[in-house]
Every structure is written in structure tokens, then in C-alpha cells.
């Protein structure tokens, strides 16, 4: 169990997100990328056939929920229709923050 999984539960927080939009060629996976890595979240990134984005968030709670609420704005030059959201059970699971390529 990594370090952190140790703690409180509540404490940390694992949260899916599909943001839908005009999120696709307007830099909004590298973006997520810098304000996860900014805010201190572990996770991915990656863009969805249907032209949505889809991440997954892990960390200290107060952390997943501010990048979360950046999801809702995204980058300029994005324009962000709506954010799904899924928490789940935190697992620890990811050391850094990255963009994957592929569906």
C-alpha cells in the first residue's frame, strides 16, 4: 500500500471527470496536465473519440477539488459545456500526473 494510502481515506479523494465542450485542439490536456502538477494531483488525461476529455484525479481531497473546478473553466480558448464527475474509492494508485495518448 503506497504511503499515502495509509492515511485517512477522507482525507484523500479519486475523482473520473469527462469534460465535454470544445475541449479538443486548444491545449486542454496539456493544461490539465500543469494545473494538476501546480495543485499537486496524480492522475491522467486524454482526449475521447467523441471529441470529450477524460481525466482521473487522485489526492488530498481540497487538491482534487481545485482542479476539478479548473475543469469547469479548462484553458482559454476552451469552451467547457459541462464536467461528469465520478468519485471513487481513493487507491493511491499514481506517483505523477500524465497525458495518454489513445482511446
Not at 9 to 22: K, S
Not at 39 to 65: C, H, M, Q, Y
Amino acid at each position: 500500500m503506497p504511503p499515502a494510502a495509509k492515511k485517512k481515506n477522507q482525507d484523500f479523494l479519486r475523482a473520473h471527470a469527462i469534460i465535454h465542450g470544445r475541449v479538443q485542439g486548444v491545449f486542454f490536456r496539456a493544461s490539465t496536465r500543469d494545473e494538476a502538477l501546480r495543485i499537486g494531483v496524480a492522475g491522467w488525461v486524454r482526449n475521447l473519440p467523441d471529441g470529450s476529455v477524460e481525466a482521473l484525479f487522485e489526492g488530498e481531497t481540497l487538491k482534487v477539488e481545485e482542479v476539478l473546478g479548473w475543469c469547469h473553466k479548462g484553458p482559454s480558448g476552451a469552451r467547457v459545456n459541462g464536467v461528469d464527475i465520478t468519485f471513487e474509492p481513493y487507491k493511491g494508485e499514481f506517483k505523477r500526473f500524465e497525458i495518454r495518448y489513445g482511446y
